[in-house]
């Protein structure tokens, strides 16, 4: 069976992801591991310091592809051009590309974007409204004129959620309804599922077909029961897999959400025909 994984970086990336031994950030990667569930080592994911050690574990935990996303908050800010380094000649990875209106203004933030996509080759966009300064929700309008070029353009947009924002009061999904109201040719693509709003989220993208949860490491915890339930029935054409390494391991996060209990037949939807249909990859 084909797979995409719609969150998979390697830790090279950046010190967030567990860059530099030594660190505290290295050391915040080992137990994020933990606490999502990683069995064995938690440091598994210094298989991937190098590119090519990296693409060692993409290609042995057998996927099709693996979506690489980029970040541009105040506190990160990973190059669109490093993005490209890394995903360039390989067809097995995909980029995304990262931006910020409220950093670089709504022009330069749409000139950003057409130069990741038209020229770098990446094949979407980050935008991480909750850990914006100041924080934002999704549906703020300084991101109105990014979302209607990117559903003009037919490029998928991904939002960062999740426990780790700073504020939980922007982890709402319930602003997700504005959005999907106003583009609906807008592919919107949640990373983290919102987690713990993981009922609210499911409640929106019921009604909103263009909204596509990636509960990705949140997945196997606690209080995302829903997601599998909600995936088998009315979600089988939005739900998408993903691992979140280098927080979780790519080959037991496969086969973590292969034993959720979807059926064969909506497995391959999950892990891949859902997302090659936003990437417009082969079917």
């Not at 559903?151 to 924002?165: E, F, N, W």
Request: proline residues 6%; charged residues 25%.
């Amino acid at each position: 069976m084909k797979i995409i994984d719609m969150r998979c970086r390697p830790a090279y990336l950046h010190e967030f992801f567990g860059a530099v031994k030594g660190t505290k950030a290295y050391e915040g990667a080992k137990w994020l591991n933990r606490r999502v569930g990683t069995r064995g080592d938690d440091e598994h994911f210094k298989k991937s310091l190098t590119k090519e050690g990296f693409l060692d574990e993409v290609k042995s935990a057998g996927l099709s592809h693996a979506v690489v996303v980029g970040r541009r908050t105040p506190s990160q800010r990973i190059s669109n051009d490093f993005l490209h380094e890394i995903t360039d000649s390989h067809k097995e990875l995909l980029g995304i590309a990262g931006v910020d209106p409220a950093l670089d203004g709504i022009d330069e933030t749409i000139k950003e974007i057409d130069r990741s996509i038209d020229k770098l080759g990446l094949a979407g966009i980050d935008i991480e409204p909750g850990f914006a300064e100041p924080p934002r929700h999704a549906d703020d309008k300084i991101y109105f004129p990014i979302y209607e070029h990117l559903a003009h353009k037919k490029i998928p947009l991904t939002l960062m959620s999740g426990p780790t924002t700073p504020n939980p009061l922007f982890n709402d999904p319930s602003h997700l309804a504005n959005i999907a109201r106003e583009f609906p040719s807008l592919a919107i693509i949640c990373y983290h599922g919102y987690y713990p709003n993981t009922h609210q989220l499911v409640g929106v993208a019921f009604k909103y077909e263009n909204i596509y949860p990636v509960p990705d490491m949140y997945g196997f915890i606690a209080g995302s029961e829903v997601f599998a339930k909600a995936g088998n029935t009315f979600l089988q054409d939005q739900l998408l897999f993903g691992s979140s390494y280098p927080f979780r391991p790519i080959r037991q996060s496969i086969d973590d959400f292969a034993a959720l209990g979807f059926d064969d037949h909506i497995l391959e939807k999950l892990f891949y025909k859902n997302a090659a249909r936003i990437f417009n990859l082969d079917l």
